[in-house]
């Protein structure tokens, strides 16, 4: 069984904000992208901390049945990306995160409150 976006988009943030991830930021991309309905994007203070919250993340996705499809970064930790299908999860180490600045890049997206 399928996890709904919104839901999946729910337990990303959670398990997110358990490793206590850093300015965390939830992007509506419906009607602006074809790649996903939404992006979260956060960030990590250490290469540990990032993987800690790629790893929860990946927990309890899995736990409520969502597919995870592909994982790219976490030995190097600095930007991973995570493609759970209908949500995309972007964790950054700090300094990355600053210099790419995607939340710039897809500006037309609204943020999403209250997740």
Same mark, same amino acid.
């Given at each position: 069984?399928?996890? *709904?976006?919104?839901? %999946?988009?729910?337990?990303?943030?959670? $398990?997110? &904000?358990?490793?206590? $991830?850093?300015?965390?930021?939830? %992007?509506?991309?419906?009607?602006?992208?074809?790649? *996903?309905?939404? =992006?979260?994007?956060?960030? #990590?203070? +250490? @290469?540990?901390?990032?993987?800690?919250?790629?790893? &929860?993340?990946?927990?309890? *996705?899995?736990?409520? #049945? $969502?597919? !995870?499809? #592909?994982? /790219? #970064?976490?030995? +190097? $930790?600095?930007?991973? %990306?995570? @493609?759970?299908? @209908?949500?995309?999860?972007?964790? =950054?180490?700090?300094? /990355?995160? &600053?210099?790419?600045? !995607? /939340?710039?890049?897809? +500006?037309?997206?609204?943020?999403? &409150?209250?997740?």
């Amino acid at each position: 069984m399928a996890v *709904a976006p919104n839901e %999946l988009l729910r337990i990303a943030v959670a $398990a997110a &904000e358990d490793k206590k $991830a850093m300015n965390l930021v939830t %992007l509506d991309l419906k009607g602006v992208s074809l790649i *996903a309905d939404y =992006f979260v994007i956060c960030h #990590g203070n +250490s @290469d540990t901390q990032v993987q800690a919250i790629v790893t &929860e993340i990946r927990k309890q *996705a899995q736990e409520a #049945g $969502a597919t !995870i499809r #592909g994982i /790219e #970064g976490l030995n +190097s $930790a600095r930007w991973v %990306l995570m @493609d759970l299908g @209908d949500v995309v999860v972007h964790v =950054f180490h700090r300094d /990355e995160r &600053e210099y790419y600045n !995607i /939340e710039r890049l897809w +500006s037309d997206a609204k943020v999403v &409150e209250n997740v």
